[in-house]
């Protein structure tokens, strides 16, 4: 079903209505900047430290692709190893849900002992925070195979890798994209997480930089840019997903 006119503009309308009840609120409230700025005092910010929140932004944007894309290669291979084989899904899934339950906020004090103060702890909690459920959505994908699609391809001469790597890889496609939106949202979390504790540059680093000299308007500032970018990449992700799984979307095209 093609979206109409009024269903393009009602995110932006939504954010709109979110930016004024915000400033109505504050002003309404009279609430001291210090504590809660209005929304034009937050953008107000963004465009006097335009410069700082562009070099940060881009740091903490490239710190969380490196991290995502160690994520998405990793987490396609073992999404592979453990969904084309019953033994080893059984097998892994349990340990690497007890994995996922640790927060990985915890990792960071290891990671700066490990490299030091830097991007590396950065990149390497975004890898960690985000490459979980593009393993479980790989591996799902995999593990549900038909399996009298399977029987019907073996009949046919077809050998077990042959089925994974043509048949359940494809079909494992909608599962990975869904899989690769929620990641790039994490990974950006685990980005900003290790800057505000282990780094001095990024957006994570000016938030805990501004917050310690009452500057909330700059810490709000953060906030929007970091909701932007992960917003960006999730569209982009969900472009990739509607040309690439085009067959699984089919009956919403009318």
Not at 47 to 69: C, D, K, N
Not at 201 to 227: C, D, E, K, T
Request: charged share 10%; aromatic share 12%; net charge positive.
């Amino acid at each position: 079903m093609k979206a109409t006119t009024k269903e393009r503009l009602a995110p932006w309308l939504a954010v709109i209505a979110l930016l004024a009840i915000w400033e109505g609120t504050v002003r309404a409230l009279n609430v001291p900047p210090f504590l809660f700025p209005g929304a034009l005092a937050t953008f107000e910010a963004m465009i006097t430290f335009a410069g700082p929140i562009s070099m940060h932004s881009w740091q903490t944007l490239w710190t969380t692709v490196v991290g995502f894309g160690l994520g998405v290669a990793v987490g396609l291979v073992l999404g592979f190893i453990i969904g084309s084989s019953r033994f080893m899904y059984r097998a892994c899934y349990p340990l690497l849900v007890g994995f996922n339950a640790i927060p990985k906020v915890a990792f960071v004090p290891i990671l700066v002992v490990w490299f030091g103060i830097g991007s590396v702890p950065a990149i390497l909690t975004a890898f960690l925070i985000c490459f979980f459920p593009i393993v479980v959505n790989v591996a799902t994908g995999l593990a549900t195979l038909e399996p009298e699609l399977e029987d019907v391809l073996r009949v046919l001469g077809a050998k077990r890798l042959d089925v994974l790597l043509k048949v359940g890889l494809p079909r494992s496609l909608p599962y990975f994209f869904a899989s690769l939106k929620v990641a790039i949202t994490l990974a950006f979390v685990g980005t900003v997480v290790s800057e505000t504790v282990a780094s001095n540059q990024g957006i994570g680093y000016l938030m805990m930089s501004a917050g310690s000299q009452m500057r909330m308007p700059l810490v709000f500032a953060g906030l929007i840019v970091i909701s932007a970018m992960a917003m960006v990449m999730y569209e982009l992700f969900a472009v990739l997903e509607k040309r690439m799984t085009r067959w699984a979307h089919r009956g919403q095209d009318r």
